[in-house]
């Protein structure tokens, strides 16, 4: 490994062949064929986005390349060479780096230990961290990088995290980066910020592969895009040559229709909290303080934050899974502070969980045993409300199967089988065809493609056409102020007032998520003083 002080990019060599060769790659799981017969080429500092809907084998590819996964046929060349299968060693060997979702980092060490961690033989006498900080320092300097490297972990926020995640791989000599959703739980300046990393670290010579739901993104930082449906390469296109409707269309395989927006006046008062604290602990420390809302029938109210900011302790209050310490809490002018998850159901609350497969689904059970969860009991599907009457529910669960979409074998195959576009549609169909009062929607299109998300979308203002109130929980700001009649940000715990979605801006949105204020000079005039407020450092 190379520590010495020289710029990190003088250490790639350019070439005109391509870096990298993926030829005729196939993977099966049992009779599921993830991969068949896919082939690509990136070049050298070229950008490359992979698209597909959910499931069409794009982190099954990457993690073969990764050497994750082993390849049931085909083959892997990096630099000319074929890479051997199924070591992640040989990958990082040849300069391939992955960057996942979910982050793998220690908090409780600091940022340059987590860089190092695995880079030195365990059995050294001692660690070379003056060589180690000097070739990190160079990194940063020349991606243009700010990063305190004796900083913990656990105090640096989500874009920090995620730089420290890419130091690794270019710490470890990365030419090619595999970036999967990069973007999903920034901010948009944090945006901004990667992809002028992005485009330094190309000039550079390194070359960028990235997965990504959000094409607005993928158009504006790509100049190359691979397609997958079904497991296939269906498309490979340069980026300047497709639009936004166009790509959407690539991937699903048919024409996207975006939902039409429905501007209603508002009905009564369905959801109140006033004042709402929750406590941490007996020390008094708060998850969420002096949370005030007000949602309407025929309303949609998004809450936009960065993870981690008190939004799941929001919903989990409101699905009654957790009792707030003080202040009120009332759906239809009922006080719900201390009502079950199963007395909210019974007035009319639907629940749209974050994790769709942990807590939206019982995945053993079938696909129609999964339809009657949210109304236990209840007629035609029940008798006395203790028996099941299964032709009853197996015909209502037919129906629903239609109705919404839901693409299955069979209503007897287990829910965990479903892909995560279907799962969705199940907990929409369970939840939305007992015409709720309250819809609780969290993070409901995250991970989903461009045609799941319409549908999803078209369900939520069908609801709210229906009379119902939903609160949408999303760190997806494009879908906030899509849907939204209003939005209100979570930061440490703390609830803004409602802004009008004609009001705001990504970057406003972005300003607020991070704990900037809008002073009453500017609260007319939002969407014109994004740089004012900016630079006042709120």
């Known amino acids: 490994m190379q520590l010495s002080g020289c710029p990190f990019y003088y250490s790639i060599k350019k070439t005109a062949m391509p870096i990298l060769e993926i030829e005729n790659i196939s993977k099966s799981f049992a009779s599921v064929v993830a991969n068949k017969e896919i082939s690509l080429s990136l070049d050298q500092g070229e950008i490359l986005a992979l698209l597909g809907e959910n499931g069409a084998g794009k982190t099954t590819l990457m993690n073969i390349l990764f050497g994750q996964y082993r390849a049931d046929s085909g083959q892997i060349k990096a630099w000319g060479k074929v890479l051997p299968a199924n070591s992640t ?14 982050f793998t980092l220690a908090e409780n060490m600091t940022v340059l230990e987590n860089v190092m961690l695995g880079t030195q033989s365990l059995f050294a006498l001692r660690s070379n961290t003056t060589g180690a900080r000097r070739k990190i320092e160079n990194i940063c300097r020349d991606m243009g990088l700010t990063i305190a490297l004796d900083q913990l972990v656990a105090d640096l926020s989500i874009g920090e995290k995620q730089r420290v995640e890419i130091l690794k791989a270019l710490y470890r000599d990365a030419k090619i980066l595999i970036l999967d959703e990069p973007t999903a739980v920034l901010i948009p300046q944090e945006v901004e910020g990667l992809f002028k990393m992005l485009r330094k670290m190309q000039k550079s010579g390194l070359s960028v592969i990235i997965i990504s739901h959000k094409l607005d993104e993928v158009l504006a930082i790509s100049q ?4 997958l449906r079904q497991g296939e390469r269906v498309a490979h296109v340069a980026t300047a040559s497709v639009d936004r ?11 996207v229709i975006q939902p039409t927006i429905h501007e209603l006046p508002p009905g009564e008062p369905i959801l109140q909290l006033k004042q709402v604290n929750l406590f941490h602990d007996a020390k008094g420390k708060y998850r969420l303080k002096n949370i005030n809302l007000t949602l309407r029938a ?3 109210i998004g809450i936009a934050g960065v993870s981690g900011n008190g939004q799941r302790e929001l919903a989990e209050v409101i699905s009654g899974v957790q009792k707030i310490s003080s202040g009120s809490f009332e759906i239809q002018q009922q006080d719900c502070r201390k009502k079950s998850i199963k007395q909210l159901t019974k007035l009319q609350v639907a629940r749209i969980p974050e994790d769709r497969h942990s807590a939206g689904i019982v995945g053993e059970m079938s696909v129609w045993e999964n339809l009657m969860l949210e109304d236990l009991g209840s007629a035609p599907c029940w008798s006395r409300g203790i028996w099941i009457k299964s032709s009853a529910a197996k015909e209502r669960a037919a129906q629903l199967i239609e109705k919404f979409d839901i693409r299955c074998a069979n209503m007897q195959m287990p829910a965990k089988l479903l892909s995560g576009g279907n799962i969705q549609k199940l907990i929409l169909a369970r939840n939305l065809q007992l015409l709720p009062k309250l819809v609780l929607a969290n993070q409901p299109v995250r991970g989903l493609d461009e045609g799941a998300i319409s549908f999803v979308h078209q369900q939520l203002i069908d609801a709210k056409v229906s009379g119902s109130g939903i609160l ?3 760190e997806d700001l494009d879908e906030l102020l899509r849907l939204s009649d209003f939005v209100q940000v979570m930061h440490n715990g703390e609830l803004s007032r409602a802004y009008p979605r004609d009001e705001l801006t990504p970057k406003l949105l972005g300003i607020l998520m991070s704990g ?3 002073t009453a000079a500017t609260d007319h005039t939002l969407t014109d003083t994004d740089s004012a407020l900016a630079d006042t450092g709120s």
Request: without cysteine; proline residues 0%; charged residues 20%.
């Open 298 to 300: 025929k309303q949609i």
């Open 245 to 255: 409707d166009a790509l959407a269309e690539l991937i699903v395989g048919k024409k």
């Open 516 to 518: 900037g204020k809008i």
């Open 472 to 474: 949408l929980i999303s």
């Open 224 to 227: 190359n895009i691979v397609v």
């Open 89 to 102: 060693d040989a990958a990082l060997k040849a300069g391939i780096g992955m960057v996942h979702q979910h």
